[in-house]
């Protein structure tokens, strides 16, 4: 009788653990049509197949994600936020939840009650470069640009890789008078996040920088406008960034003998550059893209990597180069699409401007 009823409890046991299962993968496979139906813009049809998913696998943090995300697509935010604010104490939240409940708050014109979700968030995952993403966003919109920059910042020292507050921090220089910390973030981005809207845009966005800060006049360089004149005192040990910008472009700019500027002048200037820099103060003045551009050059591909980083800025200048030169061009795509060329960022070098 004890055998037996060892064999009942045994078989109870199974029946209700592949029953559990079963739930499961019938939520997953409801989820799963959820989100394309959400994609495709049905999103109350997908709300009910979403709460579905979670009576079957109520322990399952992503169903009632995804519905309070359905309902900040349909800008329900106070839905939102109702449902963010239950989903605190799963096992397996992540940092998209903060992202999610923050923005509402500031879709309801509540950047205070946004920032303090981010903050929370922080605390979570102080490693996740996306709230410090959020709060600059809010601070930038609030044109409280000096918090924005900080914000950012703190996002790249924290999550160096995670593109995104590279980006925002960089159109915020580029339109500054302040251009040169964000031709260098910008720059960075570039070689974080390839082959995208945001890419495409930040390539047209350096090269125009470049463009409108080297003014040519007759074949001769007429002004160099990269940054607001600064204040300095004989006892300033190390010049502003934007002057030694402007040193190691001045000397590219002799050195290329460039008479115009185009893409292809852009790119022997930035080559000058780069030696005079690496001649005179690489060790006063480290820097972890000049570092990249130098392995670049010494594998040769310098003059190509310079036309496909600028090429939306000037497509047809690149299309006309591209003719002449694509087994050059081939040669440098296939070292930069291997993972050990990329930019070797982590959290002992990166880029950090200070004012």
Not at 60 to 87: G, M, R, S, T, W
Not at 330 to 351: L, P, T
Request: aromatic residues 14%.
């Amino acid at each position: 009788m004890k055998n037996k009823f060892k064999i009942l409890i045994l078989t109870v046991l199974l029946s209700n653990l592949s029953f559990a299962q079963n739930n499961k993968e019938i939520a997953l496979q409801k989820g799963n049509e959820a989100i394309k139906l959400m994609d495709n813009g049905k999103i109350e049809e997908s709300i009910i197949l979403l709460e579905e998913s979670q009576k079957l696998d109520p322990e399952n943090f992503n169903y009632p994600y995804e519905i309070a995300y359905a309902h900040y697509l349909k800008k329900d935010y106070k839905k939102a936020i109702e449902i963010a604010e239950k989903l605190q104490n799963y096992k397996d939240i992540n940092v998209q939840l903060y992202s999610l409940w923050g923005n509402s708050y500031d879709n309801l014109n509540n950047p205070k009650k946004a920032i303090e979700i981010y903050d929370t968030g922080i605390k979570k995952f102080p490693n996740k470069g996306l709230l410090y993403l959020e709060k600059g966003v809010v601070y930038e919109l609030n044109k409280e640009y000096n918090k924005a920059v900080a914000s950012y910042q703190k996002g790249i020292s924290v999550d160096q890789k995670y593109p995104s507050n590279y980006y925002r921090i960089a159109n915020l220089y580029l339109n500054s008078d302040d251009k040169v910390p964000g031709l260098i973030y910008g720059e960075i981005f570039l070689n974080l996040e390839r082959t995208t809207d945001r890419s495409r845009e930040m390539s047209k966005n350096l090269f125009d920088a470049y463009k409108n800060s080297i003014v040519f006049e007759n074949g001769e360089m007429k002004e160099l406008n990269l940054c607001k004149q600064m204040s300095m005192t004989p006892t300033d040990k190390n010049l502003p960034l934007c002057l030694m910008f402007g040193k190691w472009l001045i000397y590219g700019l002799l050195n290329s003998k460039a008479k115009e500027f185009n893409l292809d002048t852009l790119s022997k200037i930035r080559q000058a550059f780069l030696k005079s820099y690496f001649e005179k103060d690489n060790k006063d003045y480290p820097n972890i893209l000049f570092e990249y551009q130098d392995l670049i050059s010494k594998n040769n591909l310098f003059d190509a990597y310079n036309h496909y980083l600028f090429q939306m800025g000037a497509q047809d200048e690149f299309s006309s180069w591209l003719k002449k030169n694509e087994g050059e061009y081939n040669k440098f795509a296939e070292w930069y699409v291997k993972g050990e060329n990329s930019i070797n960022i982590n959290e002992h070098n990166f880029f950090h401007f200070i004012n």
